[in-house]
């Protein structure tokens, strides 16, 4: 996937979401990721000020 746009521009792929004010979430935790498709997986919380990747099929499988 190519994420230049022109001569000095470019396009950022990622989606960004930020946590911050989520009192319940705590080191040791799990997000819940719904798919558009419509699974659902946990991957853990990631650490204070910092970036995840979460990729499909990654994550634990929830019910």
């Known amino acids: 996937m190519a994420t230049d746009g022109s001569y000095a521009s470019a396009r950022d792929p990622r ?3 930020g946590l911050g004010g989520c009192g319940d979430l705590e080191a040791g935790g799990e997000l819940e990721v719904r798919w558009p498709w419509g699974g659902r997986e946990g991957f853990p919380v990631p650490p204070p000020g910092r970036y995840a990747t979460l990729q499909q ?3 634990t499988p929830l019910p």
């Open 57 to 59: 099929g990654d994550g």
């Open 15 to 17: 989606l960004l979401f």
